[in-house]
């Protein structure tokens, strides 16, 4: 069973940035999307952007103009970068990836921006 594993977390000052990375544990074959989510307690998981497999992306508008991301495509797996962090961004941030046979989910890492 593949597992998604989230790196690059971790605290950091408003403005400041950070570049989150996913490893798989193994190989993921026909990947069409790719995405981060992120989750504050006591809300809802949201999107914060994704890429497809033909390198169409879309972003929140909340973090539009500030994350990119980005895929290996050999791995089949998604980064974020996250400049101009602000506090509101704070969350548990979550990789996932999208094959035609079935999702998969990482177990987060956590982010937390100070003011």
């Known amino acids: 069973q593949v597992q998604l594993v989230e790196s690059g977390g971790g605290l950091v000052q408003a403005g400041g940035s950070l570049r989150l990375s996913c490893a798989a544990s193994g190989s993921i074959f026909s990947v069409n999307f790719m995405a981060w989510y992120r989750q504050v307690p006591g809300k809802k998981r949201e999107l914060v952007a994704y890429?497809?497999?033909?390198?169409?992306?879309d972003y929140a508008d909340s973090v539009k103009d500030r994350f990119t991301i980005s895929r290996d495509s050999a791995k089949n797996t998604p980064y974020l970068q996250m400049n101009n962090l602000k506090p509101e961004d704070t969350a548990v941030y979550y990789c996932?990836?999208?094959?035609?046979?079935?999702?998969?989910w990482g177990q987060g890492t956590q982010v937390t921006v100070s003011s």
């Open positions: 996932h990836v999208r094959s035609i046979y079935r999702d998969y």
């Open positions: 890429i497809t497999s033909d390198n169409s992306t």
